[in-house]
């Protein structure tokens, strides 16, 4: 007898659906494009236990009949096309006939569906691929179904699925960027019993953003509209004002379809070139408009991937309309002036005149604690001395003064400031309301007070996270802090890790959180800029990974510094001075930004010509 057998209808139909129900947040969007696919313009989401336990689609569209209503479960049945030529010209997000069959197939499922103009309707109630009910009934028109007990009967799925908060979290997800995708279809997502996001459904993308994103988001929006006869695009993008820390603020779509493109984020990243950081992204809801017949949406199960006719074309749509947005909305200029560098972060854009190459500060070698690796790779291996960062040319090269007769053989120059120095180093005033001016002896100092105060907060936080201490400052008046729902959901589920680092906040409302402590290094400072910070930065950290936990940290401090342009007092810049001399290395910031330059007398006397 031979080993090959044919598989049972069950079997068959649960390994299938793997390819199709991932988790909660899959079985949600399915459901959705159907409601979308039957012409709703009202969508309600309900879900509890993190949409594992039960979870609920209900839509106003246009029902179905009873023979419908059976046959929506069975493998490959869908009204959406009837050939393999209708591939070519699919409008519908739907079109595989599998979604229903593969949820049937892990899950208990009841559908309540009635046709516009119906006197009855029809309800259907399948378990574990089973149907068990099948008859008239009463109900709105419309159609209902209610998923409750994902993967009972396939525990290797089961075991795979993230706490409750965490699958909300991806529900909130899911919803907030179907509702962008139909910003004329109103959304509502209920979590719990407490209502987690509303969409109005008025078919502004903007009002849509706003609903999913928040306030702040909304607000640093500039329109896109381009593309060619082949490919439009439309849509929004970020300001580089306000970079993300991952893509996960980007959401795209096809002909109404939300799915994942590597040709248009990479059109994104070119559009933004040297306006970010490394390792930030921009924000984006953008939209491609192209025949059907131009792109293959057959390429996966999920729908979430999708193949271009042409890539390079999409590419540059993309990129060029991108641009023009940006130009159109200040964010770009027109051409660089000459000989003007471009600034690190948009905090630290200022004009500088050309000056000459001054000598950075050498780092001297820093003893290594047991978990450097947690507190930054910047920091040297003891015995061996930190790369300086990258300095920018002049047009006109100025020889750097040659190092005094006496300089040590180590080949650092004497004048060269240690900790020591700083502290020996008097304050004299401030520049552009950026940089701290000190005079040490015959040199002068320029201390950037961002980068001076990112590395302080940063040495802080590596600090408590190393000895698993947490100092939380309470606000006087609690702060609340507007973000999205998907994000005020990434926050409740990451409470304790956000905790540990010294925030103590709760849900107010459904659109934000009342923050009611920060950190200790944050008192007096941005504390909403920190929270929002971490809240974004956790998104992709692993607690058992110093290399992301480092990054998160990186970026908190970042975004809880002063900035270039905020105005010290005497008494602050000192304060800032002088938890700067209590560090071990004051000479970098946490992304290796030189922290302390200087330009010893000599040099500003060869220009005055006082010598030569």
Not at 37 to 55: C, P, T
Not at 147 to 154: A, K, P, Q, R, W
Request: aromatic share 4%; glycine share 8%; charged share 25%.
């Amino acid at each position: 007898m031979g080993r090959i057998r044919q598989l049972d209808e069950q079997t068959a139909n649960g390994i299938a659906a793997g390819e199709v129900v991932e988790r909660p947040a899959s079985v949600v969007k399915e459901l959705c494009e159907n409601a979308i696919d039957a012409e709703a313009s009202v969508l309600s989401i309900e879900i509890r236990g993190g949409g594992i336990q039960e979870l609920s689609v209900t839509d106003d569209g246009v029902g179905m009949d009873p023979d419908d209503a059976l046959a929506a479960f069975g493998r490959h049945a869908t009204s959406k096309i009837a050939t393999l030529e209708d591939l070519d010209r699919i409008g519908t997000l739907g079109f595989r006939g599998e979604a229903l069959a593969s949820i049937a197939a892990v899950a208990r499922v009841a559908l309540t569906t009635r046709r516009i103009g119906a006197e009855s309707g029809t309800v259907v109630r399948i378990e574990g691929g089973k149907v068990l009910q099948n008859g008239p009934a009463g109900g709105p028109e419309g159609t209902r179904i209610v998923v409750s007990n994902l993967f009972y009967n396939v525990p290797a799925r089961y075991k795979f699925l993230k706490k409750d908060a965490t699958e909300a979290a991806q529900i909130a997800d899911v919803v907030g960027r179907m509702a962008l995708a139909r910003p004329g279809v109103s959304f509502r997502l209920v979590s719990n019993g407490a209502e987690v996001l509303r969409t109005p459904g008025n078919n502004d993308l903007k009002s849509a953003i706003f609903a999913v994103y928040g306030r702040e988001a909304a607000e640093g929006l500039v329109p896109v509209q381009g593309g060619d006869d082949a490919v439009k695009v439309a849509g929004f993008v970020g300001l580089p004002a306000f970079p993300r820390k991952s893509r996960a603020a980007q959401t795209l779509f096809v002909n109404g379809r939300l799915v994942r493109s590597r040709a248009v984020s990479s059109a994104l990243d070119r559009a933004y070139e040297t306006l970010l950081m490394k390792d930030r992204y921009a924000f984006a809801v953008l939209s491609l408009t192209l025949p059907p017949s131009l792109v293959d949406v057959n390429v996966h199960p999920q729908k979430m991937e999708v193949r271009f006719w042409n890539e390079g074309a999409v590419f540059s749509a993309v990129h060029a309309a991108v641009r023009d947005a940006l130009r159109a909305g200040l964010a770009i200029p027109e051409a660089p002036q000459q000989g003007r560098e471009e600034a690190t972060s948009p905090e630290d854009r200022v004009a500088p005149a050309r000056p000459p190459v001054y000598e950075q500060v050498p780092i001297a070698p820093l003893p290594l604690r047991d978990n450097a690796s947690l507190a930054g790779s910047d920091r040297p291996a003891a015995g061996a001395s930190a790369p300086s960062a990258p300095q920018p040319q002049p047009a006109t090269p100025v020889q750097p003064a040659s190092p005094p007769a006496e300089a040590p053989a180590t080949g650092m120059p004497s004048a060269a400031p240690r900790v020591s120095d700083l502290v020996a180093a008097r304050l004299i005033g401030t520049l552009f309301d950026t940089y701290l001016l000190l005079q040490l002896d015959d040199d002068l100092l320029l201390i950037d007070q961002h980068a001076a105060h990112e590395r302080i907060l940063y040495e802080r936080l590596v600090e408590r996270v190393e000895r698993r201490e947490t100092a939380a400052q309470p606000l006087l008046v609690p702060l609340v802090v507007e973000m999205g729902p998907a994000a005020q959901a990434a926050a409740l589920a990451s409470a304790d890790a956000l905790r540990g680092l010294g925030f103590d906040f709760d849900a107010f409302g459904p659109h934000s959180v009342a923050l009611r402590a920060v950190p200790v290094p944050y008192r007096a400072l941005d504390p909403k800029a920190a929270f929002l910070a971490a809240v974004d930065g956790l998104e992709h950290v692993s607690p058992q990974d110093p290399e992301s936990i480092r990054e998160m940290l990186h970026t908190v401090a970042c975004k809880a510094a002063v900035k270039a342009h905020d105005v010290l007092d005497a008494t602050e810049a000192e304060a800032l001075l002088a938890d700067l001399r209590a560090i071990e290395n004051p000479y970098t910031c946490p992304h290796g930004r030189p922290v302390v330059i200087r330009m010893p007398r000599r040099e500003l006397e060869k220009r005055f010509k006082r010598i030569v």
